[in-house]
């Protein structure tokens, strides 16, 4: 699998359910269709800023995959009781995030949170539903994608 930007293509690793026309919460699959990036967040204790939009990654900071809350799908902080994601990671899958406009500004309960673009575990290894992949890879997209740059998930 792989990416195919400004020339090049990039591998990388989806979702352990594979690509879905139907996504929900919890299935593990990467959803099929026209995506939007929509933001960029950093670990600035690993990395570097890699562009003038992208925002730091805190200690307190998470994401919401509470279905039903209206916090669900959005960048939230600790102290947060309901279903999260921690966004500041032991390991650094999340030092690069790009986030997409999956289920997003106004998400629908159950359709899936926390689409993201980061770094993979290593190749071939599936994600929970994201799109991963390598450290330099994801780099070097960082440094061509703006706010509203396309990404085209196709039904396989």
């Not at 030092?95 to 289920?103: E, G, I, K, Q, S």
């Not at 929970?128 to 740059?149: K, Q």
Request: proline share 9%; with cysteine.
């Amino acid at each position: 699998m792989g990416l195919r930007v400004a020339g090049r293509r990039l591998p990388c690793s989806i979702g352990r359910g594979g690509i879905t026309a139907d996504k929900r919460e919890g299935d593990g699959a990467t959803p099929a269709g026209l995506h939007r990036i929509t933001g960029m967040l950093y670990r600035p204790d690993r990395m570097a800023r890699p562009t003038r939009w992208a925002l730091p990654i805190g200690p307190r900071d998470l994401w919401s995959d509470a279905s039903g809350e209206t916090s669900y799908n959005q960048w939230v902080r600790a102290p947060y009781r309901h279903s999260h994601e921690r966004l500041r990671r032991a390991d650094p899958l999340y030092d690069l995030v790009l986030l997409t406009d999956w289920n997003w500004p106004r998400a629908q309960p159950g359709r899936g949170s926390a689409i993201f673009l980061h770094q993979w575990r290593r190749p071939g290894f599936p994600t929970e539903g994201c799109i991963g992949f390598s450290r330099a890879d994801l780099l070097w997209l960082a440094a061509r994608v703006l706010p509203g740059t396309r990404l085209v998930v196709p039904i396989r």
